[in-house]
């Protein structure tokens, strides 16, 4: 099982970044996914989430309206379209595929929102 975060950068405030999260190992089309977040001394957080044919999505108050979250099952892919970015969103984010009980994660992209 491999997940596997890229996009990550440095961006100005207001700028967009777009992450994209690959996935390999398991049968993509059957797992919810989710973007997380952790910023150093705080917990991860879920930033959106996105069910497995992506009728049920959801996002974390702090980025409703700013970032959206897709998949593409062909692509075993899952995005994260992020617009307005603010200094609060630098963090390391991170892919997360659920199914039952079993979590699979990836290794994290940093963001960076600094001028």
């Known amino acids: 099982v491999q997940l596997v975060e890229s996009g990550g950068g440095l961006v100005q405030p207001g700028g967009s970044l777009r992450l994209s999260c690959a996935a390999s190992g398991f049968t993509f089309r059957n797992y919810d996914m989710s973007w997380h977040r952790q910023t150093p001394g705080k917990e991860r957080e879920l930033v959106a989430s996105i069910s497995t044919a992506g009728l049920s999505i959801n996002y974390v108050d702090s980025v409703k309206g700013r970032f959206t979250i897709s998949r593409d099952n062909s692509k075993n892919t899952v995005y994260l379209q992020m617009n307005s970015l603010k200094p609060e969103d630098t963090a390391v984010y991170y892919c997360?595929?659920?199914?039952?009980?079993?979590?699979?994660w990836g290794q994290g992209t940093q963001v960076n929102v600094s001028s």
């Open positions: 997360k595929a659920s199914r039952y009980i079993y979590d699979y």
